[in-house]
């Protein structure tokens, strides 16, 4: 008996999955059937993924609405393609895009290598849009430096409380925790700045 899974993925809590499990259900996979996972798509090393991937037996259907909701690395996804295709015999169905879909009724063998090079040309597509995404990234951050630009978080301002925090540490009236606590930043933090202030003093 053929078994329709469909998987849906979100990023983070705040994303919505409604639109995916709508065109779950308009695609016909049964309530139980619909799995969500709330996760990044970096890696397979996913809770509700992996327990999917255990579910699944031959013949079984596995629908995603979008290739990037299967995940963002294309070797990645290629690999599980193949998995689950060839290992495990299951069919895999992409809504948003009928050309990868492998259910076997009324396909050829042309078909399947359509499919499998539309697969490739997409992973060959996210490789070069991610080596220009960090090439960049790597231009705007020597763009910025040259201008002086400070990167990162902003230190946080050594208020008149901090040296009066520090002379309290230094004569053993308080802990370094709980200056911290006060300074609203960590007993490292403040320890970290105490020793900064320190070796300005000797300079």
């Known amino acids: 008996m053929t078994r329709l899974y469909g998987y849906v993925r979100v990023s983070t809590r705040e994303q919505n999955e409604f639109r995916q499990i709508l065109a779950m259900r308009e695609f016909g996979v049964p309530e139980e059937g619909i799995l969500v996972e709330k996760m990044s798509g970096k890696d397979f090393n996913r809770p509700v993924y992996q327990s999917l991937m255990k579910k699944i037996k031959s013949g079984d259907i596995f629908v995603v609405k979008s290739i990037d909701r299967l995940g963002r690395d294309y070797s990645d996804i290629i690999e599980q393609w193949r998995v689950i295709t060839m290992e495990m015999n299951a069919d ?21 290598l359509v499919s499998h090079i539309v697969l490739q040309l997409l992973s060959y597509a996210s490789e070069i849009e991610r080596s220009f995404m960090l090439q960049r990234q790597a231009e705007g951050i020597a763009a910025a430096k040259a201008k002086g630009i400070q990167l990162g978080r902003k230190p946080k301002e050594r208020t008149a409380l901090f040296y009066e925090l520090r002379e309290k540490w230094l004569n053993g009236k308080i802990s370094s925790r709980e200056a911290g606590r006060q300074l609203n930043i960590s007993h490292t933090a403040f320890l970290s700045w105490i020793d900064e202030e320190t070796r300005g003093d000797n300079m």
């Open 92 to 112: 895999i169905v992409v809504i948003d895009m009928p050309i990868l879909d492998t259910r076997k009724k009324d396909r050829d063998l042309t078909a399947a």
